[in-house]
């Protein structure tokens, strides 16, 4: 399933040990992940998320503050019925551990991000599904590889979308509504500049659904709007007494989240090699 990230011929599994012809090898880590992003792909030592993030991130997920994003996308998801599925920088897998649970046994799915501290906690948590530490502008996945990727505020290149997607194969992509954390913005900036509602263009693909899901999410505890705000690039805006001070007054916040489903156009399809 996965190409050698330095040479893109198949990676074989022997024992606990992925290699390729040209004799490049990954190790299985123990907790049953590959990294397979070689230095030369890394832009810095520690890529991605760090430790801090992750586990702020973690902690509001068990929360349940974004269970209707996870039911919405599952729904997306099933609609296709798909049996290969890719969550593209899937963090520490809250959204990919969800979907393994409302896909049929057969089908398969694989998480990628580029933090191997969250593909770490990933794969000790959902060990039937495959994670690997790697690039989203170089995914370690043969052509036609997936029905459906999902892309859930995560980077990506469109170039490789097309390649990995099967022909008809869909992108699930979410992104921030216009409203999104609204009153965060109104606590740190004198003018509000909203996210914008416009359908982002992906070459190659053909849009054809979205849906918008918007809610009032009530603060249970200031700790979980304290992960919240540890969670989103907004963060840095606060002073530590303007933080507080925010904690202490917000009793419910925006979420507005907006879901774009794509599918790869039939004159893009990477025809499969004949054998
Ligand atoms: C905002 S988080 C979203 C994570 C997850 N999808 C979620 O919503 O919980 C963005 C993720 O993209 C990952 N990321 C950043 N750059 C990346 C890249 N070039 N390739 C793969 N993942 C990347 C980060 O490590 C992080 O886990
Ligand atoms: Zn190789």
Redesign the pocket.
């Known amino acids: 399933m996965y190409i050698c990230p330095l040479c893109r011929q198949p990676l074989q599994l022997t024992g606990r040990q992925y290699g390729c012809a040209s004799r490049h090898s990954f190790d299985l880590a123990k907790e049953g992940y590959v990294n397979l992003l070689p230095v030369q792909q890394k ?1 810095s030592k520690d ?3 760090n430790k801090l ?2 586990e702020a ?1 973690r902690a509001f ?1 068990q929360s349940a503050a ?1 269970q209707p994003l996870s039911d919405a996308v599952n729904k997306l998801v099933l609609q296709a019925n798909p049996a290969k599925i890719l ?9 990919s551990g969800r979907l393994q649970q409302a896909l049929s046994p057969a089908a398969g799915l694989c998480g ?4 191997k501290a ?1 593909i770490k906690y990933a794969a000790r948590h959902y060990p039937d599904i495959r994670f690997a530490v ?4 170089q995914l370690p996945f043969a052509d036609n590889s997936f029905d459906s990727v ?8 469109n170039p490789e979308l097309q390649r990995v997607l099967k022909p008809q194969g869909r992108l699930i992509s ?1 992104n921030p509504g216009p409203n999104h954390l609204v009153e965060m913005k109104q606590a740190v900036y004198r003018e509000v500049k909203l996210h914008s509602d416009v359908i982002k263009e992906e070459p190659g693909l053909v849009h054809t659904q979205r849906q918008q899901l918007s809610y009032r999410l009530a603060i249970t505890e200031p700790q979980q709007l304290d992960n919240l705000l540890q ?1 989103v690039p907004l963060a840095w805006k606060f002073s530590s007494e303007s933080r507080q001070a925010f904690v202490a007054a917000t009793q419910s916040i925006s979420i507005d989240f907006l879901l774009d489903v794509y599918q790869l156009s039939e004159a893009t399809a990477i025809s499969p090699p004949t054998v």
């Open positions: 832009n890529p991605g998320d993030m992750i991130r997920l974004y969550d593209l920088g899937c963090g520490e897998g809250y959204y990628i991000d580029i933090s969250a790697a690039s989203a502008y999902i892309r859930i505020y995560a980077p990506s290149d979410v969670m």
